[in-house]
């Protein structure tokens, strides 16, 4: 939520792509499903502050500071979207099935990429619809069952006939919104960051009077008391890990974030 409409603030003003980046990045460290849970919320939020709906953004930003929580069905299985919407002057109606919906089943409302019932294009969402996440006619399915991150809750969503108002259906026009995917992409950035820095740091052994990590702890071998290394993990650097890992984005690249959003 933007600064003007009560949400938090900086010295400079809103708060930036890179702060909200390192956000991330800290909370993937403790737990990587929580992180990638509310990467939908960021993203999606900036749909509704971009001042093409001024009447409807006090009523947004009341909800979300109020604790809603936003998040996505937008990726498809396969080369066409697979949501279309069906409209008139004054509402509009979603179906279709969308997949690996991350944070869905957390959700208050959802933000539904589609396309124009009858749209040449079907490769291309052409709106963006933003529904209850209890609303009439919305099944969420959360059958995400991954190796890791099994709380992210990336299941599919079914829309039956869900109804939408019109002033809640977006332009899918990126032009609009400055550095859309670059910002979605530094956030997913962020969580790998956190991620790898988790990690390292419980992969690493720490020598207590240095305070500086030795090598992989599962590589360790004690044999008469003296620490061995066995394996290709084992003999890798960990300066040189640590140092790919924070010379990645939005380590080393989130300011350019800032100055285009």
């Known amino acids: 939520v933007p600064a003007r409409l009560g949400g938090p603030a900086t010295a400079?003003?809103?708060?930036?792509?890179?702060?909200?980046?390192?956000?991330?990045?800290?909370?993937?460290?403790?737990?990587?499903?929580?992180?990638?849970?509310?990467?939908p919320h960021f993203v999606f939020a900036r749909?509704?502050?971009?001042?093409?709906?001024?009447?409807?953004?006090?009523?947004?930003?009341?909800?979300i500071l109020g604790g809603a929580l936003l998040s996505n069905a937008h990726a498809e299985r396969g080369p066409h979207v697979a949501v279309t919407l069906a409209d008139d002057a004054k509402s509009a109606r979603l179906d279709g099935v969308k997949y690996f919906c991350t944070g869905s089943p957390y959700a208050d409302h959802l933000a539904v990429s589609a396309f124009h019932h009858g749209a040449s294009d079907e490769t291309l969402p052409d709106v963006v619809a933003f529904v209850d996440a209890l609303a009439p006619g919305?099944?969420?399915v959360d059958e995400w069952d991954a190796l890791g991150q099994r709380l992210t809750?990336?299941?599919?969503?079914?829309?039956?006939?869900?109804?939408v108002g019109a002033e809640n259906v977006f332009a899918?026009?990126?032009?609009?919104?400055?550095?859309?995917?670059?910002f979605a992409q530094l956030?997913?950035?962020a969580i790998d960051v956190g991620l790898a820095e988790a990690a390292?740091?419980?992969?690493?052994?720490?020598?207590?009077?240095?305070?500086?990590?030795?090598r992989i702890a599962p590589a360790?071998?004690?044999?008469?008391?003296?620490?061995?290394?066995?394996?290709?993990?084992?003999?890798?650097?960990?300066?040189?890990?640590?140092?790919t890992v924070l010379a990645t984005p939005p380590m080393a690249g989130s300011q350019l974030a800032d100055e285009v959003s």
Request: overall charge negative; aromatic content about 8%; glycine content about 10%.
């Open 12 to 39: 400079a003003g809103d708060v930036s792509p890179s702060q909200r980046a390192e956000l991330l990045r800290v909370l993937a460290y403790g737990n990587g499903s929580l992180a990638q849970i509310v990467q």
């Open 187 to 189: 956030l997913h950035a």
């Open 47 to 63: 749909w509704l502050f971009s001042g093409r709906r001024p009447d409807s953004e006090r009523v947004w930003a009341e909800r």
């Open 200 to 214: 390292l740091d419980a992969g690493f052994i720490v020598n207590p009077v240095t305070d500086t990590r030795l």
């Open 172 to 182: 899918f026009d990126i032009d609009s919104l400055p550095a859309y995917g670059a």
């Open 138 to 140: 919305v099944r969420l």
């Open 220 to 243: 360790l071998i004690i044999d008469d008391g003296k620490v061995a290394w066995s394996g290709p993990a084992a003999e890798a650097d960990p300066g040189t890990m640590l140092e």
């Open 153 to 163: 809750g990336s299941g599919r969503v079914e829309l039956d006939a869900v109804s």
